[in-house]
């Protein structure tokens, strides 16, 4: 298991950054300048690695080294392009099954839910590059190392992860409470991707609109508030009994 790794200093993150180092998230100091910055900009805008502003303090809970206003964290995993992904699932014969997580920001919620994907053939987990835990430490214990055998495709914008999935066949299902469409209704045999939202506030309404449908998991009463990696492993395994059934 690979271990938080800080990158201190504005030529050590360029360099990180134009060597395909995963980065999870760059902090840059309030008031920082310098054109440096502004290439460290562009190269996370291109690799979609999300900048946070924060105070001097902030750096220095991290690191007492020469920071020059920027720190790094490596990722403890490998992100990929999803249409790379998509591309390699597709040319091994295999039809793709993948899930977006929309605002899950609990990281042993995101280990358990690779854990149940990789146990139920999802190929694929796709993530904005805002709004979505970290691929830490706990959450790579949390997965039982599943979150290092699948693939997690980091992205700037989730509709148009959407639009990619779209473009490739790929239908898109939104897990959604409200729904009076259920879970087993759905044709996971096909090329599908599920999304999933936080447990507090659901999927975001634009991610709403543009899926083809959207579904819910049947309750025994009018208590419906399942854990998401509960659900997660709901929806996946029915996706993989489908599967089976067509084998």
Known sequence: MKKNAIIAGRMPVIEALESGRAIDKILFQRNAS??????????????????????????????????????????????????????????NGNIPFFLILDGVTDTRNIGAIARTCLCCGVQAIVIPDKGVGSMNEEAIKSSAGALDR??????????????????????????DVNSPEKVFDLNLVDPSCIILGSEGSGISPHLLRVADKSFSIPMAGDFNSLNVSVAAGIIMFEGMKQRMRTK
Do not use: W
Not at 43 to 61: C, D
Not at 76 to 85: C, D, H, K, N, W
Not at 156 to 162: E, I, K, Q
């Open 34 to 91: 310098g054109e440096s910055l502004g290439d460290i900009r562009r190269l996370a805008k291109e690799k979609n690695v999300p900048i946070q502003i924060v105070p001097p303090e902030k750096l220095l809970g991290f690191t007492k080294v020469n920071h020059q206003g920027v720190l790094a964290f490596a990722a403890q995993v490998q992100y990929l392009g999803l249409q790379e992904v998509i591309d390699h699932i597709v040319s």
């Open 150 to 175: 699948i693939n997690i495709c980091r992205t700037g914008s989730l509709l148009r992860a959407v639009e990619t999935l779209h473009l490739n066949g790929i239908n898109v299902y939104a897990s």
